[in-house]
């Protein structure tokens, strides 16, 4: 059963240029979260997706950033314009409900955008 | 809002010996989660443990276990033993346990960048 799926690993984009990362949730998952991970810092909450759905997007940027999660595919964030301020480490985690107990709450190992 | 602090940004060990990453909280709730994620250089984010706060027996899973004190909200993790695998960033979080709203969201600390010297 493979885990949280994140492409790509590593992500170059020239300032302006659009980035699209993609999270694919483990099987049976149908809750799709994003946080992103500014350097020397912790995990910030961006976006929580079902399929079709914007759950919460309150950590998310008001300007130039997205979040999809459709009936079919990925999940996407995708950031427009992107500046020297976007680059981070983003990651996706998947949950098959709303997990309280953090068990099955399963994290991928990220996209690390650089902006150049 | 919740607030996770971990006080200490680096921390090293000898093999085999025990060390202990503190974390301290912030929030008006009663009912909550707390955990442990440790962050490899693979930058996967793997959970250490978790305990609930209504619990007050601390977690413990095999050579790591936590010291929670509620009324301190402190929740400090130690590890036994240590093994050069446990080198990593450790991240405590907190999670709402209340119905509704926003439970489903973590707060991370900065983390601490644990060493473990041969």
């Known amino acids: 059963n493979a885990g949280v799926m994140q492409n790509p690993r590593h992500l170059v984009r020239r300032r302006g240029q659009e980035a699209r990362l993609r999270c694919s949730p483990m099987k049976g998952h149908s809750h799709v979260y994003w946080y992103r991970q500014l350097p020397e810092e912790g995990l910030k909450f961006m976006v929580y997706l079902q399929k079709e759905n914007i759950i919460d997007e309150s950590g998310m940027p008001k300007e130039r950033f997205s979040a999809e999660f459709p009936k079919e595919g990925p999940s996407i964030l995708r950031i427009q314009q992107v500046v020297r301020g976007d680059s981070a480490a983003y990651f996706c985690?998947?949950?098959?409900?709303?997990?309280?107990?953090?068990?099955?709450?399963?994290f991928g190992s990220g996209t690390r955008l650089t902006v150049v | 809002a919740q607030t996770v602090t971990q006080s200490q940004p680096e921390m090293s060990v000898q093999e085999a010996e025990t060390v202990t990453l503190s974390c301290t909280y912030d929030?008006?709730?009663?009912?909550?989660?707390l955990f442990w994620y440790k962050q490899p250089p693979s930058r996967q984010m793997i959970l250490v443990i978790r305990q609930e706060a209504y619990k007050q027996q601390n977690a413990t899973e095999n050579r790591f276990s936590v010291n929670f004190q509620k009324a301190a909200k402190s929740f400090s993790l130690k590890i036994s033993d240590s093994q050069l695998g446990d080198a990593a960033m450790y991240f405590c979080a907190y999670r709402t346990a209340k119905g509704g709203g926003s439970n489903y969201k973590l707060t991370f600390g900065k983390g601490t960048l644990l060493t473990v010297n041969p």
């Open positions: 929030t008006s709730e009663s009912d909550y989660y």
């Open positions: 985690a998947s949950s098959p409900t709303i997990d309280r107990g953090q068990r099955s709450y399963t």
